[in-house]
């Protein structure tokens, strides 16, 4: 019984422990990769979807001024489920962003989805961040 006990608990001991470090290979550097997903469609019904030229002026005037090194940005159209149950579909503009993963990199991150959400009456900017080996070659 002893052992069936010990046996059972090693996948809950396995899921406790953490992840390895992230290695790079020789000539690349740990980073972050974020992508950040700009919905266009806005929670006031009134107010139509945020513009092309909205979008560039958000893209001159706050995502440069915060990550003036460099940044790529794609057009994309998403869903999700809403509460109701409904498929709801936008336009969407993705923002992919690689940088050292320290206090100011984070400071302009949150910053630019605060002054997204602020700007085009947002709900959420969905982040999704993962570690990344890079290098240019």
């Not at 990199?105 to 997204?116: D, K, L, N």
Request: some cysteine.
């Amino acid at each position: 019984m002893k052992v069936l006990a010990a046996m059972l608990m090693l996948p809950v001991l396995a899921a406790c422990s953490s992840q390895p470090a992230q290695r790079c290979r020789p000539g690349e550097t740990l980073q972050f990769h974020d992508l950040l997903y700009f919905g266009t469609a806005t929670i006031d019904s009134a107010r139509p979807a945020v513009t092309e030229a909205e979008w560039t002026r958000f893209l001159d005037e706050v995502l440069t001024q915060h990550f003036p090194e460099g940044l790529t940005v794609l057009q994309a159209t998403g869903q999700w489920r809403s509460g109701s149950g409904t498929i709801m579909r936008e336009g969407s503009y993705v923002l992919s962003l690689v940088h050292p993963g320290n206090s100011n990199a984070e400071e302009s991150i949150t910053a630019v989805i605060q002054a997204y959400k602020a700007a085009f009456d947002q709900k959420a900017v969905l982040r999704v961040r993962n570690p990344a080996c890079v290098a240019f070659r």
